[in-house]
């Protein structure tokens, strides 16, 4: 793994960027962070408040600023946009937060430069999309959050019921990230046994009925938060976080990000979730799971929502 000096630039400091700035800022994967706000007192106080606790962490130059301050960052993660409300959903916020982050994408791209760009605004899958197709960007450099929390809800709600450790289950969702989004059930596995085999051996159901839950726990993971504090922002922090870590180590890392997808499974232009090799460059290459066939049906299914959204606003 690698380590250089490097800076980081968070565009939107509401709950989600908050929440990204101080996992970040504990496991101090940057020398230089920049918190970018519409308000400037809200993006201030956010650095105050982080500074606040660097003597109990270590060294880190944390600082609010404008799009001038973002020059030469290495990594721009956007976190900013309309907050997703109670029983609405992600697909409903598209045309507000599309002019939002093509707006910060053009203000980070006036500075010059390429950094990677890391977003997080919903619906993700369609946002990645514009911003590839707008900014010219290599399609490694534009990299939606995509399915990690999915990803991370999933194996969490499998731990819990198989009273295993959590980084022991491998398993992985795909897609859409929304309610299109699938789960690779016919890979999963926990530490190389397949999933429905551990179920078995620990006694636990696993039919049909079970998986269908257990999915639809992970779809509706987002709304159950949001309709109990308001928006969801501590796990998809760390998620964000972990998806830095990768590209600054330069670890090789396999995370399920949205990126570009065309022809993979035979799959139209659209930017969905996938694992993907994750390293200094940002996605450096896309891997192609294996799926039985009810599953690369739900897939194809999945990018048609995403394609129809994407044509909906001109994007394709």
């Known amino acids: 793994m690698k380590t250089r000096r490097t800076k980081l630039a968070l565009i939107g400091t509401g709950m989600v960027g908050a929440a990204f700035a101080y996992a970040l800022s504990l496991k101090r994967l940057v020398n230089e962070l920049v918190l970018v706000d519409i ?9 105050m408040d982080l500074r606040h606790g660097l003597p109990l962490i270590g060294p880190m130059e944390i600082k609010a600023g404008g799009y001038d301050d ?13 907050n997703q409300k109670p029983r609405q959903t992600r697909l409903d916020l598209l045309k507000i937060n599309a002019k939002i982050v093509s707006d910060i994408a053009d203000n980070i791209l006036k500075l010059g430069g390429e950094p ?16 590839l197709k707008t900014t010219g960007l290599p399609k490694g450099k534009i990299i939606g959050s995509g ?12 731990a819990e019921r198989l009273d295993v450790d959590v980084r022991s289950v491998h398993a ?8 299109s989004e699938l789960a690779v059930w016919s890979q999963a596995n926990v530490s190389c046994v397949p999933l429905e085999r551990c179920f078995a051996q620990r006694n ?25 504090k308001g928006a969801t922002s501590n796990a998809i922090g760390v998620a964000l976080c972990r998806i830095v870590e990768a590209i600054i180590k330069d670890e090789k890392s396999v995370l399920t990000v949205s990126t570009c997808v065309s022809g993979l499974h035979s799959l139209p232009e659209v930017c969905l979730t996938m694992p993907c090799i994750i390293g200094e460059n940002g996605v450096e290459t896309v891997l192609e799971t294996l799926l ?13 929502v995403l394609l129809k959204h994407a044509q909906d606003i001109g994007i394709l």
């Open 116 to 131: 990677i760009i890391i977003v997080a605004s919903n619906p993700v899958d369609v946002l990645t999309l514009d911003l």
């Open 204 to 228: 636990v159901p696993f039919s049909r009925e079970i998986r269908d839950e257990i999915l639809n726990q992970v779809r509706r993971a987002a709304y159950e938060v949001i309709d109990r």
């Open 172 to 179: 992985h969702i795909i897609g859409e990230h929304g309610d």
């Open 70 to 82: 973002c020059a030469d960052a290495d990594i721009v993660v956007i976190t900013a946009g309309a």
């Open 39 to 47: 308000d400037q007192a809200r993006a201030e106080g956010e650095a």
């Open 292 to 304: 039985d066939k009810e599953e690369y049906d739900t897939l194809h299914q999945s990018a048609k």
């Open 147 to 158: 399915t990690v929390l999915d990803s991370s809800r999933l194996r969490q709600i499998l």
